[in-house]
């Protein structure tokens, strides 16, 4: 295929197809009052020679973006195209006949714009992640079913049972005397404001903990009884945080932001078909965001002051996790989060689930919140 040569300052040498068949033919093109219109002479087998000619609006004309190599190329409405291998001249010509470039060709033409688009993406897919993500997984939420958050706690307690629970050994009047203690904070609530719940005991393989399923079942394990001396105080300020995570949803929230964040991984890097296949142990196993954190503390010092309970009665909890633990228990919740993946971590430091899941705010930081909201309590007349 020979290089094309500018016939005039009006006209260009291109080569043309014409959509039909894979001949190409030698024309020129000419831009007038918004008309492209070509031009040339074809050989055929029949008809030695034959003239081509055809009009195309300019804005029935889709032009490929300019890039540094490469063919350039003239798409038209109806069919059939027009190439050019000489860039230079291409450009020249639709640039003098009015054709000009987006801003998005422009900056990809420049360094600088190449940075800035990288640089705007990143601030996007930060700002989606950060506030976008819990905003869409707050409104599909709302738009849910209750049924469906009782459907996926009951799974997960189910997966749960099978994986790290045992039957509590807590006698049924130890049980009742604590559902009893949680009750009786709850009656003081407003109305309309305490959601459906239950509380179940297990014996686990996670240690003293406590953590609350979607659909309202919350689960309190014989070693966090056990650690906080049974206390009806302590005990009834855990499940007050975890019926802040109730009340918010904050379950099917977390799987929601969690499965849109996959989807949107998936069409970046790839297949995820196996996503859904741990959705019932996810939702038991999945950290609560720190904001999520936050929402179920308020929540129990809500509980617990319109109970007429001191908040710092969590300060009780977690000193005795502090003590339990050794002097470098937040350490280690660090060091548990870079290795929240490792599925085969031992379960004596499985601390991830509920309560004491690594990725809350940390002790000196929840301790400072509860013992403020104390302190306000008593301040009040």
Same mark, same amino acid.
């Given at each position: 295929?020979?290089? &094309?040569?500018k016939?005039d300052?009006?006209?260009?040498?291109v080569?043309?197809?014409?959509?039909v068949?894979t001949?190409?033919?030698?024309?020129t093109?000419?831009?007038v009052?918004g008309?492209l219109?070509l031009?040339?002479?074809?050989v055929?087998?029949?008809?030695?020679?034959y003239?081509?000619?055809?009009?195309?609006?300019a804005s029935? +004309?889709?032009w490929?973006?300019r890039?540094q190599?490469?063919?350039?190329?003239?798409? %038209?409405?109806?069919?059939?195209? =027009?190439? $050019? =291998?000489n860039? #230079?001249?291409?450009? !020249? /010509?639709?640039q003098?006949?009015?054709?000009?470039?987006t /801003?998005?060709?422009?900056? *990809? *033409? $420049?360094?600088?714009g190449v940075?800035?688009?990288v640089?705007l993406l990143?601030?996007?897919?930060v700002?989606v992640?950060?506030?976008g @993500?819990? !905003?869409?997984?707050?409104?599909?939420?709302a738009?849910t079913?209750q $049924?469906v958050d009782?459907?996926?706690?009951?799974a997960s @307690?189910?997966?749960i049972d099978?994986s790290?629970?045992?039957?509590?050994k807590?006698?049924v009047?130890e *049980?009742?005397?604590?559902?009893?203690?949680? $009750?009786?904070a709850?009656?003081? *609530?407003?109305?309309?404001?305490?959601?459906a719940w239950?509380?179940?005991f297990?014996?686990?393989?996670?240690?003293p903990?406590?953590?609350?399923?979607p659909?309202?079942?919350?689960?309190?394990t014989d070693e966090? +009884?056990a650690?906080?001396?049974a206390?009806?105080k302590?005990?009834t300020?855990?499940?007050a945080? &975890?019926?802040?995570?109730?009340?918010?949803?904050?379950?099917?929230?977390?799987?929601v932001?969690?499965?849109?964040?996959?989807?949107?991984?998936?069409?970046v890097?790839g297949d %995820?078909?196996t996503?859904?296949?741990?959705?019932?142990?996810?939702l038991?196993q999945?950290?609560?965001?720190?904001?999520a &954190?936050?929402e #179920?503390d308020?929540?129990?010092v809500?509980?617990l002051?319109?109970?007429g309970?001191?908040?710092?009665?969590?300060?009780?909890?977690f &000193?005795? @996790?502090k003590?339990?633990?050794?002097?470098?228990r937040?350490?280690?919740?660090?060091q548990?989060?870079?290795?929240?993946a490792?599925?085969?971590?031992?379960?004596?430091?499985?601390s991830?689930l509920g309560?004491a899941?690594?990725?809350?705010?940390?002790?000196?930081?929840?301790? !400072?919140? %509860?013992r403020? =909201?104390?302190?306000r309590?008593?301040?009040?007349?």
């Amino acid at each position: 295929m020979e290089t &094309e040569t500018k016939i005039d300052a009006d006209k260009l040498a291109v080569i043309y197809f014409d959509g039909v068949s894979t001949k190409a033919q030698p024309v020129t093109l000419q831009m007038v009052d918004g008309i492209l219109m070509l031009a040339g002479e074809g050989v055929g087998r029949l008809n030695p020679t034959y003239l081509i000619t055809r009009t195309v609006r300019a804005s029935d +004309v889709q032009w490929s973006e300019r890039t540094q190599h490469g063919l350039r190329v003239a798409h %038209f409405a109806g069919g059939g195209s =027009a190439q $050019s =291998a000489n860039a #230079a001249q291409w450009d !020249a /010509w639709r640039q003098r006949n009015g054709q000009r470039d987006t /801003w998005v060709v422009k900056a *990809q *033409q $420049s360094w600088r714009g190449v940075l800035v688009s990288v640089l705007l993406l990143a601030v996007i897919g930060v700002a989606v992640y950060q506030w976008g @993500l819990p !905003a869409a997984a707050r409104g599909l939420v709302a738009l849910t079913p209750q $049924s469906v958050d009782v459907s996926l706690g009951q799974a997960s @307690l189910s997966a749960i049972d099978d994986s790290l629970m045992k039957p509590s050994k807590l006698s049924v009047d130890e *049980q009742t005397r604590l559902r009893n203690a949680f $009750s009786k904070a709850l009656a003081a *609530q407003p109305a309309g404001s305490v959601p459906a719940w239950q509380l179940v005991f297990r014996q686990s393989r996670i240690g003293p903990n406590a953590f609350a399923l979607p659909g309202g079942t919350m689960v309190m394990t014989d070693e966090m +009884v056990a650690l906080v001396g049974a206390d009806e105080k302590v005990i009834t300020a855990v499940l007050a945080h &975890e019926l802040g995570h109730v009340r918010h949803r904050h379950g099917l929230r977390m799987l929601v932001q969690a499965t849109v964040l996959a989807g949107v991984t998936s069409v970046v890097f790839g297949d %995820f078909s196996t996503l859904l296949a741990g959705v019932p142990l996810l939702l038991g196993q999945a950290s609560y965001s720190r904001d999520a &954190e936050k929402e #179920a503390d308020a929540e129990a010092v809500r509980i617990l002051i319109t109970a007429g309970i001191s908040p710092e009665v969590m300060v009780t909890l977690f &000193e005795k @996790l502090k003590a339990k633990d050794g002097p470098d228990r937040q350490v280690r919740k660090d060091q548990e989060t870079n290795s929240a993946a490792d599925a085969n971590a031992d379960a004596d430091h499985s601390s991830w689930l509920g309560i004491a899941f690594a990725s809350h705010p940390s002790d000196a930081e929840r301790m !400072a919140y %509860f013992r403020q =909201a104390a302190q306000r309590m008593q301040a009040k007349p």
